[in-house]
């Protein structure tokens, strides 16, 4: 038989050797998921955004240096950037799980052959199949009152440290001095992060959008590579475009006009990039906050490192701010771009022809990559794709023939555990929304944002100006008046408290009205 070897022993004894099963297009309604690890996403996310920061100044001396044809500094950001960019994709990179299914047929064998030198033998004649599977687990965070209590504690400890510093108790000073050298890093690693994640978790329990982990750190990964361009334009491009002469209001405009000028659209192009794959309006307020996160993430690391210069005092005061100010600003602001994407998501003609282009997009990189010598489906062949490859033309038609039709799946764990749902159980299918071309409006309740996706980024443009703008007119209006150091730290604390006040409350009301549509 052809698909048969032989193998003959020390004894001389002839043995028919069964080639493995090859691999098959697994079923459309098989889900795999791992036994949850919630810290895990947190330590994923310190290993993406740490590389992901010294990546991002790396490849501006990249574009430095082509900008000045300086071919050396070109090859050193070449070959740094290289190590970076490889630990951050092995760390994202797609997680298979090789499943084996032996069904119960008279017309099958009680032997296959899995792998080498490895069979699986059955009590009774079964149908033997193989077939690759994403690890679809979703999204687990820790407890939000978990990370908030730690972040709190985090901010008792600076303040601490701060009072201790400011005694006039010398044996305090010292041991002030002593507890910032020893903890001042890690109070860093966390004011910077933690907070993140617990936006993370509160915006999915507030939304209730069961959500694959790859899919949320895919988001996250996109807000942080917005990041990089909106940091060239803004070291860049901004500062000679600026029609100014004076320091203060070129420094005015660069944070009030060009900084959330260029971040909100570079964060909206990075939500753009998912529309494909966005179900409606609410599911993009939910990529859109992500995409805000990761870009906060990466500003946060560098701000919060900054603030270490500045004692205990500085330290604690920029986490506080942005932990509980900046970073949902960023992510609410983003959301509205994102909830704009989501209602143009909601045109399935459009979508479909966007997935087609993406999937298209997607066999190419296949073919030419296996045309390169890369085996990159895991078919054991260099032939290029070998699933189908469907017309934009086919691609419009099953879009059309879509109905609301629940679907069952299935979870298989690590145990064992299997169990099956429909998705009317869980109130979305394949870990998707599906939504009408005009959803219907339940209530009124909470902040309801522009439809179309201009006004929702001007809208997203003008809060981020507003956040900058007033905060940076808050310090110089104390200087301007006369005040004293009291009552400027006072005026100016107060204007920030305002401010976080207001970024809160519009956050609460526009996650009320996104999940106000039907």
Same mark, same amino acid.
């Given at each position: 038989?052809?698909?048969?070897r032989?193998?003959?022993?020390e004894?001389?004894?002839m ?30 996310m310190? /290993?993406?955004? %740490?590389?992901?920061f ?18 050396a ?5 070449? %070959? ?99 507890? @910032? ?10 004011? @910077? ?8 978790g ?29 940091f ?41 990039? @998912?529309?494909?794959?966005?179900? /409606?309006?609410? $599911? ?32 604690s ?14 992510a609410?602001w ?23 282009k993406?999937?298209?997009m997607? %066999? ?52 064992? $555990? ?45 809060? $981020? ?9 808050s ?8 005040? /004293?150091?009291?009552?400027?730290t ?14 809160? @409350? ?13």
């Amino acid at each position: 038989m052809q698909d048969q070897r032989v193998y003959i022993d020390e004894m001389g004894r002839m043995y028919r050797i069964k080639e493995p099963t090859p691999l098959s297009e697994p079923p459309k309604n098989l889900r795999i998921a791992r036994t949850s690890k919630p810290w895990s996403t947190y330590l994923r996310m310190l /290993g993406t955004v %740490i590389p992901a920061f010294f990546l991002m100044y790396v490849l501006l001396f990249l574009v430095i240096g082509l900008i000045n044809l300086e071919p050396a500094i070109v090859l050193i950001s070449g %070959i740094c950037s290289a190590p970076l960019l490889f630990f951050i994709f092995s760390l994202h990179k797609p997680r298979l799980v090789h499943v084996q299914l032996a069904v119960p047929d008279e017309m099958g064998s009680e032997a296959h052959a899995i792998s080498a030198g490895v069979s699986l033998f059955t009590p009774m004649r079964t149908k033997f199949s193989r077939f690759l599977v994403k690890d679809d687990s979703i999204l687990d965070v820790p407890p939000t009152r978990q990370l908030w209590g730690i972040f709190s504690a985090v901010i008792l400890l600076g303040a601490s440290i701060s009072a201790m510093l400011y005694s006039e108790v010398e044996s305090l000073e010292i041991i002030a001095v002593l507890a @910032f050298i020893l903890i001042g890093i890690p109070i860093w690693f966390v004011g @910077f992060s933690l907070p993140v994640l617990a936006w993370w978790g509160t915006s999915h329990k507030s939304l209730g959008l069961p959500t694959r982990r790859r899919d949320a750190e895919a988001w996250l990964m996109a807000g942080m590579a917005s990041a990089f361009p909106a940091f060239l334009f803004n070291s860049l491009v901004a500062p000679k475009i600026t029609p100014l002469d004076s320091d203060y209001w070129i420094e005015f405009s660069l944070l009030a006009v060009w900084a959330p000028l260029c971040e909100e659209i570079f964060k909206a192009m990075a939500v753009a990039v @998912f529309l494909p794959y966005i179900k /409606g309006p609410k $599911h993009g307020f939910q990529v859109g906050f992500t995409v805000g996160l990761g870009f906060a993430l990466i500003e946060n690391f560098q701000y919060i490192g900054f603030s270490l210069l500045g004692g205990p005092v500085g330290l604690s005061f920029t986490i506080l701010v942005r932990g509980i100010g900046s970073i949902p600003g960023h992510a609410v602001w983003t959301a509205i771009s994102g909830t704009a994407i989501g209602w143009l998501a909601s045109d399935k003609e459009l979508k479909a022809k966007l997935s087609w282009k993406a999937r298209s997009m997607a %066999i190419s990189a296949i073919d030419i990559a296996e045309g390169m010598g890369f085996d990159t489906d895991g078919d054991g062949d260099l032939s290029g794709f070998d699933g189908s490859r469907p017309t934009i033309e086919e691609a419009v038609r099953q879009a059309s023939r879509e109905t609301e039709e629940s679907k069952p799946w299935m979870i298989l764990g690590n145990e064992n $555990h299997e169990a099956n749902a429909t998705d009317s159980e869980l109130g979305t299918g394949d870990f998707s929304l599906d939504y009408e071309k005009k959803p219907v409006i339940r209530n009124l309740a909470g902040i309801h944002t522009p439809r179309g996706v201009a006004p929702a980024l001007v809208l997203s443009i003008a809060g $981020h100006s507003f956040w900058n703008g007033s905060s940076f007119l808050s310090y110089s209006a104390t200087e301007s008046l006369g005040m /004293g150091e009291f009552e400027s730290t006072l005026a100016v604390f107060s204007w920030i408290i305002l401010l976080i006040s207001s970024v809160l @409350f519009v956050a609460r009301g526009v996650i009320r009205g996104v999940n106000s549509l039907e």
